[in-house]
């Protein structure tokens, strides 16, 4: 079995895949006479055509380190945006896309105050808290068409930190 180490997830690391989604720096506007800093426009959001925007919450079960990585999916007719409620540690994994199926995962560790949004058709592992409760909010397409392909990696890869 083969492993991989997580990376600390940055902007610039995680491009090729989304946009990660976190307030860093200035914000871009002031609003709310003052009181409340917005950092604008984050993400790419996608949602094909017939789609909508829906938000949903996920309570994922906690993994427990090294995690074996054995399932890579992706959604080809919309982006996922993944927002952590829960103040902890999580995994997000993706792969570039080699001809319909992932390459080699990349696995980075992202802050509990960091969240991202997968590029439409991102190959990316399932949601994978690192500790309870491992509740996210989700912005993803909701409308007709098969959106999910899922890839099983045999063998599976070990991800560290």
Same mark, same amino acid.
């Given at each position: 079995?083969? &492993?991989?180490?997580?990376?600390? +997830?940055?902007?610039?690391?995680?491009?090729?895949?989304?946009?990660?989604?976190?307030?860093?720096?200035?914000?871009?506007?002031?609003?709310?006479?003052?009181?409340?800093?917005?950092?604008?426009?984050?993400?790419?959001?996608?949602?094909?055509?017939?789609?909508?925007? #829906?938000?949903?919450?996920?309570?994922?079960?906690?993994?427990?380190?090294?995690?074996? +990585?054995?399932?890579?999916?992706? @959604?080809?007719?919309?982006?996922?945006?993944?927002?952590?409620?829960? #103040? @902890?540690?999580?995994?997000?994994?993706?792969?570039?896309?080699?001809?319909?199926?992932?390459?080699?995962?990349?696995?980075?560790?992202? #802050?509990?105050?960091? #969240?991202?949004?997968? @590029?439409?058709?991102?190959?990316? &592992?399932?949601?994978?808290?690192?500790?309870?409760? &491992?509740?996210?909010?989700?912005?993803?397409?909701?409308?007709?068409?098969?959106?999910?392909?899922?890839?099983?990696?045999?063998?599976?890869?070990?991800?560290?930190?």
């Amino acid at each position: 079995m083969t &492993g991989i180490t997580a990376e600390r +997830l940055t902007a610039e690391a995680f491009e090729p895949f989304g946009e990660v989604l976190e307030a860093v720096g200035e914000p871009d506007r002031i609003i709310n006479r003052g009181m409340c800093g917005r950092w604008h426009d984050l993400a790419r959001l996608d949602f094909g055509p017939g789609g909508r925007a #829906g938000v949903s919450i996920f309570r994922a079960e906690a993994r427990a380190l090294p995690y074996r +990585l054995d399932l890579l999916e992706r @959604h080809p007719e919309g982006s996922q945006a993944f927002l952590p409620m829960h #103040g @902890h540690d999580w995994l997000v994994i993706v792969a570039p896309d080699m001809g319909d199926q992932p390459g080699q995962p990349r696995a980075f560790l992202a #802050g509990g105050d960091q #969240g991202v949004n997968f @590029h439409r058709g991102t190959w990316h &592992g399932v949601l994978t808290p690192l500790h309870d409760p &491992g509740l996210f909010a989700v912005v993803d397409r909701i409308g007709d068409g098969a959106n999910l392909e899922e890839h099983t990696l045999d063998p599976p890869i070990m991800v560290e930190i």
